[in-house]
T-cell receptor
Framework: EAQVTQNPRYLITVTGKKLTVTCSQN?????MSWYRQDPGLGLRQIYY???????DKGDVPEGYKVSRKEKRNFPLILESPSPNQTSLYFC?????????????FGPGTRLTVL | GENVEQHPSTLSVQEGDSAVIKCTYS??????FPWYKQELGKRPQLIID?????GEKKDQRIAVTLNKTAKHFSLHITETQPEDSAVYFC?????????????FGSGTQLTVLP
């Protein structure tokens, strides 16, 4: 089954404790991206990657890191989480072909930083 | 960067009526405009998209129109049904070289009253 998976689905942590949210896709997509969703603000892009070893900042990259060592994985790293990073996070992937840009979203990770 | 504004933030319609959601964008280089539907507790899913070389696209009860000159695009849902109740997001994508940044609107909560 073609899918994007994220882990963990729920996470409660404390300020300053480093964490990683994993994202994996099995559709051989070149493009992967991370978004955060907050009430009234929609989805805001954090980072995206056009291919292995190629990453770029989205609209809200501060406080986050990403890496793309393999095509299927795109982890999101919070080196020192703060309460303002409490949010719902979505990973997404798509092909980079000109005809199909549909983004497939993962199930989401709800993060609470105390 | 790109700025996408979406209106209204909430919309209630009677079953069978039409619903229209409008978005404006700021970056004339944006060339791909998807619409996503997000049901409560679920991930966003693509329902329709349009490219900048097309003015209108229709898929059964859903249609999207694009006015490049005015930089606005709209989602039209006809003969609404209770299962259309969800949050709808518009988005604009700018593809240039190796960059592909997707900016979302803030969302519209559509409620279809039976």
């Amino acid at each position: 089954e073609a899918q994007v998976t994220q882990n963990p689905r729920y996470l409660i942590t404390v300020t300053g404790k480093k964490l990683t949210v994993t994202c994996s896709q099995n559709m051989n997509h070149e493009y992967m991206s991370w978004y955060r969703q907050d009430p009234g603000l929609g989805l805001r892009q954090i980072y995206y990657s056009m291919n292995v070893e190629v990453t770029d900042k989205g609209d809200v990259p501060e406080g986050y890191k990403v890496s793309r060592k393999e095509k299927r994985n795109f982890p999101l790293i919070l080196e020192s989480p703060s309460p303002n990073q409490t949010s719902l996070y979505f990973c997404a992937s798509s092909s980079t072909g000109t005809r199909n840009n549909e983004q497939f979203f993962g199930p989401g990770t709800r993060l609470t930083v105390l | 960067g790109e700025n996408v504004e979406q209106h209204p933030s909430t919309l209630s319609v009677q079953e069978g009526d039409s619903a229209v959601i409008k978005c404006t964008y700021s970056d004339s280089a944006s060339n791909y405009f998807p619409w996503y539907k997000q049901e409560l507790g679920k991930r966003p899913q693509l329902i329709i998209d349009i490219r900048s070389n097309v003015g209108e696209k229709k898929d059964q009860r859903i249609a999207v129109t694009l006015n490049k000159t005015a930089k606005h695009f709209s989602l039209h849902i006809t003969e609404t049904q209770p299962e259309d109740s969800a949050v709808y997001f518009c988005a604009a994508m700018r593809s240039s070289g190796s960059a592909r940044q997707l900016t979302f609107g803030s969302g519209t909560q559509l409620t279809v009253l039976p």
